[in-house]
């Protein structure tokens, strides 16, 4: 079985609007990782530690942007209203499918 590797935030579909595209995201509204750093070719186990960091930044705020203290409230509302905004005028449907 071949090991496979993240494509990063930037490759990643509809703007990182992913499962592991939202990881890296909100490890940059942690302050975690830089905005700079895409993750591209992290490993699993690394986007696995990753994710257990970001899960206990988001406990004492119950996993809810809207218990984020100001200043990381509205790093994630930039960070996230830039994405959506990209994704939306490159196409993608906000719409639910039959599969999702």
């Not at 935030?9 to 990782?33: C, K, M, P, S, Y």
Request: glycine share 8%; aromatic share 10%.
């Amino acid at each position: 079985m071949t090991e496979q590797f993240y494509v990063g935030i930037d490759q990643d579909q509809n703007e990182g609007l992913t499962h592991l595209g939202r990881i890296v995201r909100d490890a940059w509204v942690f302050g975690i990782l830089p905005e700079t750093e895409t993750c591209v070719g992290w490993s699993g186990a690394q986007m696995q530690s990753l994710y257990e960091k970001v899960h206990n930044a988001w406990e004492p705020y119950a996993h809810l942007p809207s218990r984020l203290p100001e200043d990381l409230r509205e790093r994630h509302a930039r960070l996230y209203n830039e994405a959506i905004s990209s994704a939306k005028a490159k196409g993608w449907d906000t719409e639910l499918q039959d599969d999702d």
